[in-house]
């Protein structure tokens, strides 16, 4: 299974970036889909995911902001980051939890990361 990412980039205060994620692989099922963030000095953090046929569900410091939506034929999540703030800078990662198959038999459930892409918010 990959997960990978793209967009992210230098921001604006006040202006918007975009990020793309998609899973490829063995994939049985897709449970959720969602994107973290980690700030130098700071633990990774959630920012927003979507569990299949729920609504997304976002961290207080992004919501009215940020928007998190999911292409279910292509296993991907895009997230729009609107109003952007100095604070939002950080390393971002795409998290996909996969149902895949087994190595001897059977399936099994993990979380797989991508790569991380930088979001830096700057004037």
């Known amino acids: 299974v990959q997960v990978v990412e793209s967009g992210g980039g230098l921001g604006q205060p006040g202006g918007s970036l975009g990020l793309s994620c998609a899973a490829s692989?063995?994939?049985?099922?897709?449970?959720?889909m969602g994107w973290y963030r980690q700030a130098p000095g700071q633990e990774r953090e959630l920012v927003a995911e979507?569990?299949?046929?729920?609504?997304?569900e976002y961290a207080d410091a992004v919501k009215g902001r940020f928007t998190l939506s999911r292409d279910y034929t292509q296993n991907a999540v895009y997230l729009r980051m609107n109003s952007l703030k100095p604070e939002d800078t950080a390393v971002y990662y795409c998290?996909?939890?996969?149902?895949?198959?087994?190595?001897?038999?059977?399936?099994?459930?993990?979380?797989?990361w991508g790569q991380g892409t930088q979001v830096t918010v700057s004037s």
């Open positions: 998290m996909a939890r996969i149902e895949t198959h087994a190595r001897t038999y059977g399936t099994r459930i993990d979380d797989y």
């Open positions: 692989g063995d994939i049985l099922t897709l449970y959720v």
């Open positions: 979507v569990i299949s046929g729920e609504s997304p």
